[in-house]
């Protein structure tokens, strides 16, 4: 099988495409042709081994798939049945989605949603279930539209582009924080109806400020999440799920106990059912396809390394889907 090979010598780390002795494949009792996966920040941080993701080397990076079944050993999958991947630690612990073939445990497989073709579940992928999932959160709260506005922050990346598009279905008002002014118009065509300037949160502010917000989407952490919380209403609900801007928190508890202000901890790789496919059903219910296919575009797998390499520098907007089959 054709396939992105992560290894390790010493401390080089190094990924090339290269052809796999499918017998490498790991254990699981589900084999699936690959046919699409997805580029996420993660896959950047093991393809370049700028951060330590990756577990066990060699390893086929990738956290999402969408294939068919090759074979199965567990009586709820079927041979040619549709299915996706994302989290549980593939692409990190175990081989992932850049390659023809993937082996997994059946529990980890996810029937393809009705409404959804493989490619859209991949445009949608970790990052768009992880925005969903925020979403969840943010309703779990119990903030409702006429609350004010909700802040979304990395708008321009896979989980803001998607939180924008399903909070502005939903009818709430998005507020978008990007470092890239000339994504404007592209964040207003996705629903939200202002955009601020990443600098207006990155540095070290005050314990409480006035309120804004009546819940954000944070994919930033650090000064910016510390900043949110501050500039949260109260009883309002912030959800981090990211550390695109660091990983530290330089927070105060000010917002937590003269706000109550909740903040929730967001988690898409080990997410329990059935929460995992209430988010899936929520995103073919919740999420505007059309819309969904302006924030994607597509590479081969020929390109994934190259890409892995140029993303901080890119202007890539939205999610990338990677087609996987030659
Ligand atoms: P992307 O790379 O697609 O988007 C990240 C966006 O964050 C960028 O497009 C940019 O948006 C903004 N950004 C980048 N660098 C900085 C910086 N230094 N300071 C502030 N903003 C910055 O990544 P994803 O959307 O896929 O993921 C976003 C984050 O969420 C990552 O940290 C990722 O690890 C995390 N994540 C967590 C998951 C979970 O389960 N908890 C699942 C999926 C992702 P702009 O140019 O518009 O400012």
Request: proline share 5%; aromatic share 6%.
């Amino acid at each position: 099988m054709r396939g992105v090979l992560v290894t390790k010598n010493d401390k080089d780390i190094s990924a090339t495409l290269q052809d796999i002795d499918e017998q490498q494949l790991p254990e699981g009792n589900v084999t699936v042709r690959v046919h699409w996966s997805s580029f996420n920040y993660k896959d950047v941080l093991a393809i370049t081994g700028k951060m330590p993701v990756i577990r066990s080397y060699p390893m086929v990076p990738g956290i999402d798939l969408a294939g068919v079944v090759e074979s199965s050993d567990d009586d709820r999958y079927q041979v040619g049945q549709e299915v996706l991947v994302t989290g549980y630690g593939i692409g990190e612990a175990h081989w992932g989605g850049y390659a023809e073939l993937a082996r997994v445990p059946g529990d980890w497989l996810v029937p393809l949603p009705e409404g959804l073709t493989m490619r859209q579940s991949m445009a949608i992928g970790t990052a768009g279930f992880t925005a969903m999932l925020c979403v969840m959160a943010l309703e779990r709260g119990g903030v409702t539209p006429d609350q004010g506005p909700i802040l979304v922050t990395g708008a321009g990346g896979g989980v803001g582009s998607v939180a924008i598009g399903l909070l502005s279905k939903l009818g709430y008002e998005v507020a978008a924080v990007s470092g890239r002014p000339e994504a404007a118009d592209y964040l207003k065509e996705l629903g939200a109806s202002e955009v601020l300037p990443r600098s207006e949160f990155s540095e070290a502010g005050k314990p409480l400020g006035k309120e804004r917000w009546a819940a954000a989407v944070d994919v930033v952490g650090s000064h910016t999440l510390a900043n949110i919380c501050a500039s949260t209403k109260y009883d309002g609900i912030v959800t981090a799920c990211g550390l695109a801007g660091g990983m530290e928190f330089p927070a105060t508890v000010a917002p937590f106990i003269l706000r109550g202000v909740t903040l929730v901890g967001i988690d898409s790789v080990q997410c329990k059912q059935p929460r995992r496919s209430e988010a899936w059903q929520r995103l073919v219910e919740d999420l505007d396809l059309a819309k969904l296919e302006t924030m994607t575009n597509e590479i081969q797998l020929d390109d994934v390394i190259e890409t892995a390499k140029n993303w901080g520098q890119s202007d890539h907007r939205g999610r990338v889907v990677v087609a996987v089959q030659s």
